[in-house]
Nanobody, 128 residues
Framework: QVQLVESGGDSVQAGGSLRLSCAAS????????MGWFRQAPGKEREGVAT????????YYADSGKGRFTISRDYATNTLYLQMNSLRPDDTAMYYC?????????????????????WGQGTQVTVSA
């Protein structure tokens, strides 16, 4: 059973940076689609970034492009999201997710159906 535990959320001022971590266990397949999603109060869940671990290919939603970087440490099975130049509209609960993807890749644009396991979330609050 896949388990995902996020950490690193915090309250920061606009322009600041945070690095979110997701400790993953139970990943028994060679490759997974892994990603970060976020959900702000009153808004729908939004895909932020994905990485297909078999190839290391990454994809970013427009909201994070140029500011966020997704990466994975294969030795420790930890997924990261480095977030720079944070804005108040980045305020949300951030979730780590993992799944089989589709056809050996993560779909573009980001599709929640690619993911079958979800973490509990870590809160990011950005003040103006």
């Amino acid at each position: 059973q896949v388990q995902l535990v996020e950490s690193g959320g915090d309250s920061v001022q606009a322009g600041g940076s945070l690095r979110l971590s997701c400790a993953a266990s139970g990943l028994t397949h060679f490759a997974y689609c892994m990603g970060w999603f976020r959900q702000a109060p009153g808004k729908e869940r939004e895909g932020v970034a994905t990485i297909y671990t078999g190839r290391g290919s990454t994809y970013y939603a427009d909201s994070g492009k140029g500011r966020f970087t997704i990466s994975r440490d294969y030795a420790t099975n930890t997924l990261y999201l480095q977030m720079n130049s944070l804005r108040p509209d980045d305020t949300a609960m951030y979730y780590c997710a993992a799944g089989a993807g589709w056809g050996g890749a993560c779909r573009r644009p980001i599709n929640g159906d690619d993911f079958s396991s979800w973490g509990q979330g870590t809160q990011v609050t950005v003040s103006a």
